[in-house]
């Protein structure tokens, strides 16, 4: 391996979701469009690969204590993407909450918009609220929800492939501009969906948009391994992660697939270890320990109230099946492994699992950060990672500004843009 690809979060205020609380950051950043503008322009002077936002189709209980879910990601990466030449976008979307057809017309719409720099981060959302926002009594069980996602899946790439070269020829001489029959009909008709297609204009640069899926339970894996380019995944050790990677790759293979894997990372990076220790404890402060304590011992299947922040829980203490559908499944088995190698307390959980997300914390100043990222990658833990800012305020320019360099002067990220589509950076061709 000669180098790694890099995304960048742009969720704000920043993975401890609590940081808004801190002195001189805006508790409305994450509905200011020049903030993100900032950001993006970083991004890019960077030679980040993609910068990634998450969603959710719901505003859940969390907006009692920080911001909740922020700005439509695909309005506002469509305008960002119009600020760059060459960063990717990376949006997410439900197939649960979503038709195909929609989401299939405008992810070709924006391929062609960002000459192709658009990918779909596909997640089935496991918020039980979404449900009554679409008109549904209840939430779908996850067995259900990846059962539509595979067929949605089906019908989304079928629409994109539904225009054959050739399907315009634009002849002036003659008058004819497109070819009907190379232009073929999906005329899908499964067990959630009829789609008859096809979309109406063709393939944009990059072929498709790049499939980005996140979801660690069987269901998930299944999903990535037929129909994702990049699988994003949590991991608290590297032997997890490396067993993540051989697993999901070994599963496309086995369909005539590959598979690239990003692994989320949370970072907390300054100039010194000991300026990043003190911020550390300062977004710690922040964090209301008591809530994500609940939150916690809920994800685990454990009982309300089992364990205080600062009981130890043993990997004996967790249920050997968690039959609750509405938490990532990736979540629980990470924060499980980290149990099983000794016994934690919620409050440690909680601080190493980036403010109760799930994902590994890593602070430190930018020569350890690099240090890990290449370690981890050496090892065969991922082919690239998805930088999730602690605070985004700082660490997401401390990111691309102190690590990024070394990075490149290390030889294991590029200082310059291989390619002018995302699909093209990450594998080298824009057909699929």
Not at 193 to 219: D, M, T, Y
Not at 291 to 316: K, Y
């Amino acid at each position: 391996m000669t180098g790694f690809h890099l995304n960048i979060s742009l969720m704000t205020p920043g993975h401890f979701r609590y940081a808004w609380r801190l002195p001189h950051r805006d508790p409305l950043a994450y509905l200011d469009i020049d903030h993100f503008a900032r950001l993006v322009r970083i991004a890019e002077d960077a030679t980040i690969d993609a910068v990634f936002l998450g969603d959710g189709p719901a505003l859940r209980g969390e907006i009692e204590d920080a911001p909740g879910t922020g700005l439509d990601p695909l309005v506002l990466l469509g305008h960002l993407a119009a600020l760059t030449s060459s960063l990717g976008v990376v949006i997410t979307s439900s197939t649960t909450y979503n038709s195909p057809y929609n989401l299939a017309r405008r992810f070709q719409a924006l391929d062609h918009v960002t000459r192709g720099r658009a990918a779909v981060n596909i997640v089935t959302t496991g918020t039980p609220a979404a449900a009554a926002n679409f008109g549904l009594s209840s939430h779908p069980s996850r067995e259900d929800r990846y059962r539509r996602a595979h067929e949605f899946l089906d019908v989304v790439t079928g629409l994109w492939d539904g225009w054959e070269p050739g399907a315009i020829v634009a002849d002036k001489a003659t008058g004819r501009y497109g070819v009907p029959e190379k232009i073929l009909r999906l005329d899908h008709e499964g067990e959630f969906f009829s789609v008859a297609g096809p979309l109406p204009v063709p393939a944009g640069p990059q072929g498709r948009p790049v499939i980005v899926q996140a979801g660690g339970s069987e269901g998930g894996l299944s999903l990535a391994a037929r129909y994702a380019d990049v699988v994003f995944t949590v991991a608290q050790t590297v032997e997890k992660a490396v067993a993540f990677r051989a697993d999901i790759r070994e599963r496309a293979a086995a369909l005539g697939r590959s598979v690239k894997v990003s692994l989320g990372v949370v970072v907390l990076v300054a100039a010194t270890s000991e300026e990043a220790a003190v911020r550390a404890q300062e977004l710690y402060a922040t964090l209301p320990i008591e809530s994500l304590t609940a939150v916690l011992l809920a994800n685990l299947g454990l009982a309300p109230g089992s364990f205080g922040p600062d009981d130890p829980i043993s990997f004996a203490d967790l249920p050997a099946e968690i039959t609750d559908n509405s938490f990532s499944a990736g979540f629980s088995v990470s924060t499980r492994a980290l149990i099983a190698e000794s016994p934690r307390t919620p409050r440690e959980l909680v601080q190493r699992g980036a403010g109760g997300a799930g994902h590994r914390l890593l602070v430190g100043s930018a020569e350890e950060v690099a240090d890990d990222l290449e370690a981890w990658f050496n090892a065969g833990a991922a082919d690239g990672f998805t930088i999730m800012p602690a605070d985004t305020a700082v660490d997401f320019e401390n990111f691309a500004t102190l690590v990024v360099p070394l990075l490149q002067k290390r030889g294991i990220f590029p200082s310059s843009y291989s390619d002018p589509t995302l699909r093209g950076r990450l594998f080298g061709k824009v057909s699929v």
